[in-house]
Each structure stands twice: as C-alpha cells, then as structure tokens.
Nanobody, 125 residues
Framework: QVQVVESGGDVVQAGGSLRLSCTISGLTLHNNGMGWFRQGPRKEREGVSCISWNGAITYYRDSVKGRFTISRDNAKNTLYLQMDSLKPEDTAMYYC??????????????????WGQGTQVTVSS
C-alpha cells in the first residue's frame, strides 16, 4: 500500500521560511514526477512546484519563483519544498503528490497519482 506523508507545515510570520517534507512508502520511485500542490481558502487546488524523477526538470508557478525551491532524494523516497520569503497569500493546505505530470511549463495531476493528506501552512501578516 502506498503512503504519502507530508510534514513541516506551521504558522509563520510574513518573510519567514518553512521546509516541507514528503515521505513516500510502498512505491519505488523511478520515472515518477513528484510535486507540491496547494489549496487556499475558497480557492481551487493549484500546482506549486514539481520535479521530474531525476531532477532535470522543475516547474514553479510564477508567484513562487525565486522564493521556493523543490528537491528530492530518491534514495530516501523523500520530496522537499524550501519556502522562503513567505507571504500571506501562500497560506494554504499543501499536498504532496507522486507520479504526477511535470514539464517546464506545467505541473499536473494525472490518473493513478498518489496523494498525501496535506500539511497546513499559515502565513500571518
């Protein structure tokens, strides 16, 4: 059984930093894109950042470019998201997903992807 578990969410002041982690068990990661998605209050879920299986391709939505950094450690089956210079508009539930579509211009859910339960990030002004 595949399990996807996120951690690292917290309440932080604007300008602060957080590092999200996502550990995946029950799935051997190869040729799997992985990524972070978020859903804020009264908003639709959106792709934040995704990374290809070998890290050669990364996608960031425009609003987080230069502030967020995605990385992965396949040996540890773990995905990370370093979030710096956080803004109140970054407040959302952040979800990790494995086996998603990723290219330089998009980060998308697809049939068969594995999702975690989410970790809450709250940025106060």
């Amino acid at each position: 059984q595949v399990q996807v578990v996120e951690s690292g969410g917290d309440v932080v002041q604007a300008g602060g930093s957080l590092r999200l982690s996502c550990t995946i068990s029950g799935l051997t990661l190869h040729n799997n894109g992985m990524g972070w998605f978020r859903q804020g209050p009264r908003k639709e879920r959106e792709g934040v950042s995704c990374i290809s299986w070998n890290g050669a391709i990364t996608y960031y939505r425009d609003s987080v470019k230069g502030r967020f950094t995605i990385s992965r450690d396949n040996a540890k089956n773990t995905l990370y998201l370093q979030m710096d210079s956080l803004k109140p508009e970054d407040t959302a539930m952040y979800y990790c997903a494995a086996d998603v579509g990723v290219w330089y211009s998009y980060c998308a859910d697809r049939t068969g992807a594995y999702w975690g339960q989410g970790t809450q990030v709250t940025v106060s002004s």
